[in-house]
């Protein structure tokens, strides 16, 4: 749970100048950071809270991946559950505190900068992917069409632009890929009830709420 070996050495194109300084490894990445709670991460709470994205917030789709935004309707602030948490805090606790705003993996425009953006992203995809063979819910693919058509733009090895679809995406096998089989040690990492009178009238933590509310 530290930043691999292999995009920390200065000499290497997967290295970026512009991350914290202070997360380098030995320190864990906080799956749940926040500025204001630094230096708090242990792997039992990174497992705990893939688990609370995942598999207790990830029975719907609407739930897991954000509620519908159609053409045309105002933008309703509502990103699912894997993409509050960890997608956004690992975002934010990679990029460098020293740069105005956070750049490079704190900040939207200048995220991509870092090579190590890419394999962020990957590992929310593969997340994605096991969430639709948990058991319970309905955890499948969004069927809306105006979600199914949204459609991006890249240049492909030929530097040929290519229009592709979100629902060209969905089965990594038709990309040509699948994700290593290997244990997933956060699938069965429940959080521990707490015990305390408050806990029991509290029908949720600060994850609990963002997680049903969708903020």
Not at 34 to 63: F, I, Q, R
Not at 146 to 158: G, I, K, V
Request: hydrophobic letters at 30%; proline letters at 8%.
């Amino acid at each position: 749970m530290v930043i691999p070996p292999i995009y920390t050495n200065e000499k290497s194109p997967l290295y970026d100048c512009f991350r914290d300084k202070i997360h380098q490894p030995p320190t864990l990445v906080d799956l749940n950071y926040s500025k204001n709670n630094d230096g708090s991460a242990n792997v039992e709470n990174n497992l705990c809270v893939v688990y609370k994205s995942v598999v207790s917030c990830g029975k719907t789709p609407s739930v897991f991946l954000g509620k519908p935004f159609h053409p045309g309707e105002e933008p309703n602030n509502s990103a699912g559950s894997v993409e509050s948490v960890p997608h956004t805090p690992v975002h934010i606790w990679t990029g460098d505190r020293n740069q105005p705003n956070g750049e490079d993996m704190g900040r939207f425009y200048s995220a991509g900068r870092d090579p190590i953006f890419y394999s962020h992203h990957a590992n929310v995809d593969r997340m994605l992917n096991i969430s639709k063979t948990i058991k319970g819910g309905k955890r499948r693919d969004v069927t809306d069409p105006d979600w199914l058509e949204t459609a991006f733009y890249f240049y492909d090895e030929n530097k040929n632009l290519v229009r592709v679809t979100i629902k060209d995406s969905l089965d990594t096998k038709k990309l040509g890929y699948v994700y290593q089989d290997v244990d997933i040690p956060w699938l069965n990492k429940k959080p521990k009830p707490k015990k305390s009178r408050k806990a029991k009238k509290v029908a949720c933590t600060t994850f609990w709420c963002w997680c049903s509310t969708g903020r």
